[in-house]
């Protein structure tokens, strides 16, 4: 059985990986178990102290898609459709999408639990997964922002904490900083790779504070779906003063109604419960001219 090219949960209606091999691989994954092939059942969940008997039925089940396969004897092997690290990573946080959907969305329709949202997992799973589609992104994304604004040279990039874009705007000769809360800018500190590439890290809430600048563009990826109406405004009134004369902000995000994705992605934004929302065209150029852009 041939695995499906787009394991995201943002996949168009018809095309969606199976949610139960999307379960599956998370949670064998997650043990570390699929990484630990080739090896039988019982080798595995002795060297991962895990349940023999659930671990044979989950790999003998992952073999129906071929994500697992079986040698000799006993033995599970990596399958023709095993996941690479960059589709591990995406499927992993498809499984995270699918529990949410699953455990809030009742809530959500009935007006319960609204306030707080959901506590993110594995933050790391996160960002890496983001960041997978962020680097086939970037280029085509820089290209753009160059297009429309060909003097800017400093650039603050909010809450893009995997650093794919701020390192593609550092390739381009660019004085990045990096801006995300205090969680992810160590994540990303840690690694290292952002600080070696020239980037700038700010750790703070951008409603509270924001580097001083100036910068020629603010780019907000990935962010502003996650906001209401009245944070996204806020967020542009604050980072107005820091913006520099000519320049400008970059929103990428998901519009609303102008494609299916967009409306499906809503779901997910009412689903964690931070308030977030996919906002149309429209909102964006009000709350911008607003703010004085």
């Known amino acids: 059985m041939s695995a499906p090219t787009d394991l995201s949960f943002l996949t ?15 949670a064998v994954a997650s043990c570390g178990a699929l990484a630990a092939l080739p090896g039988t059942a019982p080798e595995v969940a002795a060297r991962l ?15 129906a898609w071929g994500v697992v396969g079986r040698g000799p004897g006993a033995t599970y092997v990596p399958g023709p459709n095993a996941p690479s690290a960059d589709e591990e990573l995406i499927v992993r946080h498809h ?3 699918l529990r949410a959907w699953a455990e809030s969305m009742p ?35 820089v290209d753009m922002c160059l297009a429309r604004f060909p003097e800017a040279r400093r650039v603050i990039d909010l809450g893009g904490a995997h650093g794919e874009y701020a390192l593609e705007f550092a390739r381009r000769g660019f004085h990045a900083t990096l801006q995300d809360l205090p969680t992810m800018v160590d994540i990303v500190g840690r690694r290292g790779h952002l600080a070696a590439a020239g980037v700038e890290l700010f750790a703070g809430s951008f409603f509270d504070v924001v580097p001083p600048g100036p910068f ?3 780019f907000c990826c990935g962010i502003n779906h996650t906001f209401d109406g009245e944070h996204n405004r806020a ?9 520099a004369n000519g320049g400008g902000v970059a929103v990428v995000t998901f519009l609303r ?8 992605f809503a779901a997910q934004m009412l689903a964690v419960g931070r308030g977030g929302d996919t906002h149309s065209e429209e909102d964006y150029r009000a709350w911008l001219a607003a703010a004085g852009f």
């Open 12 to 26: 168009p209606p018809g095309e969606i990986a199976d949610w139960r091999m999307i379960v599956l691989v998370d």
């Open 49 to 63: 102290d895990l349940d023999g008997h659930a671990l044979r039925v989950a790999l003998d089940a992952l073999v």
């Open 95 to 97: 499984a995270r999408a």
């Open 107 to 141: 809530d959500r329709l009935t007006g319960k639990a609204v306030e707080g949202g959901s506590k993110m997992t594995d933050p790391e799973v996160f960002l890496d997964a983001l960041a997978v589609n962020a680097r086939k992104a970037a280029p085509g994304v």
């Open 216 to 218: 020629d563009l603010a």
């Open 235 to 243: 967020l542009f009134d604050r980072l107005r003063p820091v913006v």
């Open 257 to 264: 109604g102008r494609y299916p994705i967009g409306d499906i």
